[in-house]
């Protein structure tokens, strides 16, 4: 089945270090890649999202590009800040009608920025 | 606009009882997903309605169950409660049209069931 590995955290940078967490997936068709973002004691954000290979997702400085190539989907954040503080999940969602087939998580990654 | 409410926010329980959560999603969603999150794991698909039937079901086992009402608010429902059942339980609702749009879910705070 389909499936989404993430790098394992916990992550620590010190404030405007640049960020980068790996994700890749596993799908049967084509899926839309998402980037979710917890912070704590709330729900996920969807934080940005490609739905074809080539497309970047950006949102809030950080980018993600969809490599059909090698099925990743990394993001990245030039220089990150303290309230870039979260748990960020990468996810998949799979099938001809993408919009309602149910989203494959990753196990997370959680990053900490220091001051 | 209010986002998606759950409630309660936490709750405990026993092995072996019931527990009923609940979710109301954004106004002129119809569908609803139910998501259970372990620690340190991320969200695994449980349900999905919409317009009140069941469109999609996890790899959960019967103990699980849901149902969606007429104005699109849901109900998760788990019976004869484990140890392992102890989780973030988040709801996400969706706009869901008929195209092949992508239609973004947009999640609740979730309910944390923790299972004595």
């Known amino acids: 089945g389909d499936s989404v590995t993430q790098m394992e955290g916990p992550v620590t940078l010190s404030e405007e270090a640049f960020l980068t967490i790996n994700c890749t997936y596993t799908a049967t068709g084509y899926p839309s890649l998402f980037w979710y973002v917890q912070y704590p004691g709330e729900g996920l954000q969807l934080l940005l999202k490609?739905?074809?290979?080539?497309d970047k997702g950006s949102n809030k400085g950080f980018e993600a590009t969809y490599r059909k190539e090698t099925t990743s989907f990394h993001l990245e954040k030039g220089s990150v800040q303290v309230s870039d503080s979260a748990v960020y999940f990468c996810a998949l969602s799979d099938g001809v009608n993408s919009g309602n087939t149910p989203l494959v998580f990753g196990k997370g990654t959680r990053l900490s920025v220091i001051a | 606009d209010a986002g998606v409410t759950q409630s309660p926010t936490h709750l405990i329980k026993t092995r072996g009882q019931h527990v009923t959560l609940r979710c109301s999603p954004i106004s002129g969603h119809k569908s609803v997903s139910w998501y259970q999150q372990v620690l340190g794991q991320g969200p695994q698909f449980i349900f999905q309605y919409y317009e009140k039937e069941e469109r999609g079901r996890g790899n959960f086992p019967d103990r699980f169950s849901a149902r969606q009402f007429p104005n699109y608010s849901s109900e998760l429902n788990v019976n004869a409660l484990l140890l392992g059942d102890s989780a973030l339980y988040l709801c996400?609702?969706?706009?869901?049209?008929?195209?092949?749009?992508?239609?973004?879910?947009?999640f609740g705070p979730g309910t944390r069931l923790t299972v004595l």
């Open positions: 996400a609702s969706s706009f869901r049209d008929r195209g092949f749009s992508y239609n973004e879910q947009f």
């Open positions: 490609a739905t074809k290979a080539d």
